[in-house]
């Protein structure tokens, strides 16, 4: 045993869970912390928003599945973590979050930077703690990441009171043991192997089904699940969507890959759900982008449920077949029972179902004008010279926005853990800190952030934390000087009538404005000037680089499932319309 103080057993805590880098921003409350720090192998990266660290540490959790970790101080600074706790709750990010609150005897007397910190984020954490003694600091730290960690990923916070880590203070020392240091966490037991019986009743809807879809979600990511389910997906021959927190989980090249489904994703896959008789979700939680109006959605369809979260099964749809359990180890159970029951000698023929997705496809593929003479760029040239000309396995984080769903719709990803986007919360300003917790897990990977002019300008400060540590980012500012779905939805379902929407196209000078930050800087306004600019921006790795794409300000992300609507209400390209409307007249006849 060691006789140490609060700070001194956290930093050390946080050491013994095997963390290499934090986030943070110090302050009063938390400074004690910060000292420990120093002697510390734990890289603490500075950032200059703690928005900034929370995304940072998110951005590191997608791209590594280990637990991003940031520490922040009390008061402003705990409620400027709000917004990626609630983002990572939402998309079930193992997150750890360490705070400073005042003393324990000023809690409650509205001290200095002092607020509610457990009670504001009860609702948008996994779990959360409020340290009254320093003692409990090991078991709390152990605590904190078997939660994040275990059962359905999810963030974890920490509250801690200033007094407990004071190296003056005497009551601050004890004797410090982490690994006698015992977790109590009664009743957390999630589910983790399936239910044979479950999985035999599964199996036998998958030898009935005429016209199967596996719907899987960003759960089997979360589990380690890509090899298995490519496994599933051989052996059975079933066609596969990929929800927008599931890009590369499964390639898109494989010929079974449908795409992404929902309210922009493309024709066939929003189709093949719609007309399937069977619906594999595997973990998936059937968001509302994703079903449309939920009483007309895949109204054939019988479902399998996979999730380790049992609170998702009949949440929004009743399943016929729920299985509460990890996401890879139900895909193995199922490929196992598959290959007992004869699979794939005797599996169902569903050439019929996969002919009539091939016509789908052939008949409704993504599409976009190109950009006449004169004319900006096209956001979706953009992101497809931008996929072609980096390396296969380059990290892609996004914003929110139009920009996100062009991404999503027209990279090519055929790896997993290359996609890093926020789903489930829909939060502008992700991208660039997301990428700087990727790209500081993977010095060696190239990180592009895609990111829309109304993201860059909550969050590019962080460039500044880019440059000055050493995380050499690549940012494409999608600059169309619009909120660009914003804009659309106006154009579309509000005549026309725009209002609060308007940005700038030199408003402000992105290049200068990036150089000042300490980044490389270029800009691009036709499609001749794209490649070059993207090539100086891929060959430099010593600096920050951001390049401005400068865009038509009218393109609109199709296909398009309007809000409220049923996804039998999809709007294609209007190069499509007549083919759908003819196809709509036969079905009819």
């Not at 609060?6 to 009063?28: D, N, R």
Request: proline share 7%; hydrophobic share 40%; with cysteine.
């Amino acid at each position: 045993m060691t006789r140490l103080n609060g700070a001194q057993a956290l930093v050390k805590s946080l050491e013994a869970e095997g963390v290499e880098v934090v986030f943070g921003y110090p302050g009063g409350a938390i400074l004690p912390v910060y000292d420990p720090i120093i002697e510390s192998p734990i890289r603490h990266v500075l950032v200059r928003h703690e928005q900034g660290a929370g995304h940072m540490a998110e951005g590191y959790a997608h791209a590594t599945g280990r637990p991003g970790v940031c520490i922040v101080t009390s008061g402003p600074a705990a409620t400027n973590v709000v917004t990626p706790l609630a983002d990572a709750m939402l998309d079930s990010v193992p997150m750890v979050c360490i705070t400073g609150q005042v003393a324990l005897a000023a809690i409650g007397t509205d001290a200095f930077q002092e607020c509610d910190t457990t009670g504001i984020t009860r609702s948008i954490t996994k779990h959360n703690f409020l340290v009254t003694s320093a003692e409990d600091i090991p078991a709390t730290v152990k605590a904190a990441f078997h939660i994040a960690t275990s059962g359905r990923p999810g963030p974890v916070l920490i509250d801690i009171p200033k007094n407990i880590v004071d190296a003056n203070n005497p009551d601050a020392y004890f004797d410090y043991d982490y690994d006698s240091a015992h977790m109590d966490l009664p009743g957390y037991a999630p589910t983790i192997e399936p239910d044979p019986a479950m999985i035999e009743r599964a199996v036998a809807l998958i030898t009935e089904a005429n016209r199967p879809v596996l719907y899987v979600g960003g759960g089997v990511l979360k589990a380690r699940g890509a090899e298995a389910l490519l496994d599933l997906v051989e052996l059975t021959g079933i066609p596969v969507v990929t929800t927008l927190m599931a890009r590369g989980v499964f390639p898109d090249s494989h010929e079974l890959c449908l795409g992404m489904p929902g309210m922009h994703g493309n024709y066939t896959a929003v189709n093949a759900m719609q007309k399937s008789d069977l619906l594999i979700a595997l973990g998936s939680r059937f968001d509302d982008r994703i079903t449309g109006k939920i009483g007309a959605f895949a109204p054939d369809a019988k479902v399998i449920h996979v999730d380790i979260d049992p609170a998702e099964h009949g949440k929004v749809r009743r399943p016929d077949v729920a299985i509460a359990a990890d996401c890879r180890l139900a895909i193995e159970a199922l490929s196992q029972w598959l290959r007992a029951n004869g699979y794939p000698s005797n599996r169902p023929d569903l050439n019929p179902w996969r002919s009539r997705l091939s016509g789908w496809q052939e008949t409704f593929p993504l599409t976009y004008e190109p950009s006449v003479d004169g004319e900006l760029l096209k956001p979706q040239f953009v992101i497809e010279r931008l996929r072609d000309l980096s390396p296969e396995d380059t990290i892609v984080t996004s914003g929110v926005g139009q920009h996100q769903m062009f991404a999503s719709q027209y990279w090519e990803f055929n790896h997993p853990y290359t996609w890093i986007n926020s789903g489930g919360l829909g939060t502008m300003g992700f991208s660039i800190p997301a990428a700087v917790g990727a790209k500081t897990a993977f010095p060696d990977r190239t990180v592009w952030s895609i990111d829309g002019d109304g993201c860059f300008q909550m969050t590019g400060q962080e460039l500044v934390t880019a440059a000055i540590e050493g995380i050499p980012i690549k940012v494409a500012l999608i600059n169309n000087a619009y909120l660009g779905m914003v804009r659309q939805w106006q154009d579309m379902f509000y005549d026309e009538r725009l209002s609060g929407v308007h940005l700038s196209h030199d408003l402000p000078d992105y290049v200068k404005w990036a150089e000042a930050m300490g980044c490389a800087a270029f800009r691009a306004e036709s499609p001749e000037e794209v490649d070059a600019v993207i090539a100086k921006a891929n060959a430099i790795n010593d600096r920050p680089v951001v390049v401005e794409f400068r865009c038509v300000s009218s393109e609109k992300v199709y296909p398009m499932v309007p809000a409220g609507g049923s996804n039998d209400d999809l709007i294609v390209d209007p190069s499509q319309r007549d083919a759908l409307a003819r196809q709509i007249e036969s079905t009819r006849s």
